[in-house]
């Protein structure tokens, strides 16, 4: 019991200090910003222009200090901190987000967007705008969605079917919809943290898992799965998010300036993702891991076996919104 109350109190301490630290104006310049994904990444690039403009733009008066590789801790935790006000902003994958506002796993139904030109034109609308507006109720103020870009599957075996995942284990981000969408294809879903991935891949604990070519290769998962699947099947999107207790605290003209550079530098950072991606392939096909392309007829197939998770999902995300998406995507498809 004495033990149980000094862990209370030593929370309780970290929290009460912590709610004073974030509250001391002198730290209102400082801006922190997380992401999950290494220093040689679109999104780290993307970030040191972000913070170059804005310190730039602002004349010193934000400072904004990057944390790439979860070094503030993984992306709930940064989340946390963010709404705390510890942490003052960073690009959380969507599928995570949904841990605190449900209607941000829209975005990871599996084969919502059929195109990257697609999915840009339709989050940087109204709809995308929308969605980010909900992010307000939870101490966050969305700005604009970065990305990761398409995911693909990787197993120790290949895959031409849905057929091929059954009863096999799969590694999955912490998100009821991806878990739904493995389900669906008669795998077994196992969440495990990203940076623990490669270690449960090599050791069988499972046989596969989803990222985007980035993760794939940065993260080198293909050394320990034999297949790499191009699937495009869904997509993993980051929002770039702030701090809404830190964000209200400045003034207009940077409040401005962080949204501006935050949208401008969206561009850059989804063609470097995209202009990446040609050499992430051939750094995988090097390693002599088997590169395979699903056809149009077993996309399909794969597409008919996920499609109930979408109805599944359609009241936590708000059937209003999800209309509004799929009529947006529709247009942006024409």
């Given at each position: 019991?004495?033990?149980?109350f000094?862990r209370?109190?030593g929370?309780?301490?970290?929290?009460?200090?912590l709610?004073?630290?974030?509250?001391?104006?002198?730290?209102?310049?400082?801006?922190?910003?997380?992401?999950?994904?290494?220093?040689?990444?679109?999104q780290?690039?993307?970030?040191?222009?972000?913070?170059?403009?804005?310190e730039?733009?602002?004349?010193?008066?934000i400072?904004?200090?990057?944390?790439?590789?979860?070094?503030?801790?993984?992306?709930?935790?940064?989340?946390?901190?963010?709404?705390?006000?510890?942490?003052?902003?960073?690009?959380i994958?969507t599928?995570?987000?949904?841990?605190?506002?449900?209607?941000?796993?829209?975005?990871?139904?599996?084969?919502?967007?059929?195109?990257?030109?697609?999915?840009?034109?339709?989050?940087?609308?109204a709809?995308?705008?929308?969605?980010?507006?909900?992010l307000?109720?939870?101490?966050?103020?969305?700005?604009?969605?970065?990305?990761s870009g398409?995911?693909?599957?990787?197993?120790?075996?290949?895959?031409?079917?849905?057929?091929?995942?059954?009863?096999?284990?799969v590694r999955?981000?912490?998100?009821?919809?991806?878990?739904?969408?493995f389900k669906?294809?008669?795998?077994?879903?196992?969440?495990?943290?990203?940076?623990?991935?490669y270690?449960?891949?090599?050791?069988?604990?499972v046989?596969c898992?989803?990222?985007?070519?980035?993760?794939i290769?940065?993260?080198?998962?293909?050394?320990?799965?034999?297949?790499?699947?191009?699937?495009?099947?869904?997509?993993?999107?980051y929002?770039?998010?702030?701090s809404?207790?830190?964000?209200?605290?400045?003034?207009?003209?940077?409040k401005?300036?962080?949204?501006?550079?935050?949208?401008?530098?969206t561009?850059?950072?989804r063609?470097?993702?995209?202009?990446?991606?040609?050499?992430?392939?051939?750094?995988?096909?090097?390693?002599?891991?088997?590169?395979?392309h699903?056809?149009?007829?077993?996309?399909?197939?794969?597409?008919?076996a996920?499609?109930?998770?979408?109805?599944?999902?359609?009241?936590?995300?708000?059937?209003?919104?999800?209309t509004a998406?799929y009529?947006?995507?529709?247009?942006?498809s024409?």
């Amino acid at each position: 019991m004495k033990n149980t109350f000094k862990r209370l109190f030593g929370l309780t301490a970290v929290a009460l200090g912590l709610a004073g630290f974030v509250a001391t104006p002198a730290m209102a310049g400082v801006m922190k910003f997380h992401h999950d994904l290494p220093e040689d990444s679109a999104q780290h690039a993307a970030a040191v222009k972000f913070k170059e403009a804005v310190e730039s733009r602002t004349n010193g008066e934000i400072v904004v200090k990057l944390f790439p590789s979860n070094a503030l801790g993984n992306d709930v935790e940064a989340t946390q901190q963010m709404q705390l006000g510890a942490i003052q902003g960073g690009i959380i994958p969507t599928a995570k987000l949904s841990n605190f506002v449900t209607a941000m796993q829209l975005i990871d139904l599996p084969f919502m967007f059929p195109s990257p030109k697609v999915v840009h034109q339709v989050l940087d609308g109204a709809a995308g705008k929308k969605l980010l507006g909900t992010l307000d109720k939870v101490g966050l103020k969305g700005l604009t969605f970065w990305e990761s870009g398409f995911k693909q599957f990787t197993c120790d075996h290949p895959v031409k079917s849905p057929a091929d995942f059954v009863g096999h284990k799969v590694r999955v981000m912490q998100s009821p919809i991806i878990m739904e969408q493995f389900k669906a294809l008669g795998a077994n879903p196992v969440p495990i943290a990203f940076t623990e991935t490669y270690s449960a891949l090599q050791q069988k604990v499972v046989e596969c898992q989803e990222n985007p070519l980035v993760s794939i290769t940065k993260m080198k998962f293909y050394e320990v799965q034999s297949d790499v699947i191009i699937s495009n099947h869904a997509y993993l999107g980051y929002a770039f998010v702030v701090s809404k207790r830190w964000f209200d605290d400045l003034s207009d003209a940077n409040k401005k300036i962080v949204s501006d550079a935050a949208i401008e530098f969206t561009a850059f950072e989804r063609e470097d993702t995209a202009r990446r991606e040609a050499g992430y392939l051939e750094t995988i096909k090097a390693s002599g891991t088997n590169i395979s392309h699903l056809t149009p007829e077993e996309l399909t197939k794969f597409q008919d076996a996920t499609r109930s998770v979408h109805e599944k999902f359609a009241d936590d995300i708000g059937r209003d919104l999800l209309t509004a998406f799929y009529e947006e995507i529709k247009k942006a498809s024409q």
